[in-house]
């Protein structure tokens, strides 16, 4: 069983701090709404439609993965409104 190695705040810091820096490049453009899974360790991160895909493949190629989990142009995985990211049109 997998176990997290560092608390919520820094697996939050770490994994805000990788998406702004290197990741959020590399999936925004029509990826609008998905989930990208990142591993706060190594930076590897995997795109999905879901939480749970992104983070299955992510495992398979980081199996000791520390995974922290976005929603590309949202400011959390689970919305209870409709606010976003994005600017309107």
Request: glycine share 6%; aromatic share 8%; proline share 6%.
């Amino acid at each position: 069983m997998r176990q997290p190695r560092y608390s919520k705040e820094e697996f939050a810091r770490r994994g805000n701090a990788l998406y702004e820096a290197q990741v959020r490049q590399h999936v925004e453009d029509g990826n609008h709404g998905k989930i990208v899974a990142i591993d706060i360790e190594t930076g590897a991160f995997e795109v999905a439609d879901t939480p749970m895909i992104a983070v299955d493949r992510l495992y398979e190629r980081e199996p000791n993965a520390q995974p922290w989990v976005i929603r590309i142009g949202h400011r959390a995985v689970f919305r209870f409104g409709s606010r976003s990211l994005s600017k309107p049109v």
